[in-house]
């Protein structure tokens, strides 16, 4: 074999490879991935506060003077963000819980899934933005005053 024929079958290769690169596959940045990651990060973040609050509940039994310090330390502004963070990682988690059961269970779930995914995108932001502004301005009238 000569190494002409080789090599033009190398480069049809990778050019094969470049041009399912640049139509996007699934394991290069396609929406349905991403949302595959997030759904992934956001269960394993919600796992960490469930188990974390069983414990902090748990302290109740065993010292409730320490609980109360616990409870004290969860009223400042750093653990304001990151329950606003909570509540988005849940409600995203499970809109897209949903858009996974619908591709599942529903026969044309596979045809309309990134619809559905962009749809998820719309109500997290529709619900997520009135809700970090009502979650976050006690915290803000706190630091900056206000009634």
Known sequence: MSTTASSATEAAASD????????????????????WV???????????????HVLDTALVRVSPNTYDQVIDTYKTPLVNLLEVGLVGAVLFHALNGIRVMLVDFWSKGPKFQKTMLWVIGVVWVVVMIPGAFF?????????????
């Open 38 to 52: 997030l759904h992934r990060i956001t269960g394993v973040l919600t796992f960490f506060f469930l188990f974390v």
């Open 135 to 147: 979650m976050l301005k006690r915290t803000a009238e706190m630091l900056f005053g206000g009634n």
């Open 16 to 35: 094969r490879a470049g041009a399912s690169r640049r139509q996007g596959t699934f394991y290069r940045g396609d929406p349905g991935m991403w949302s």
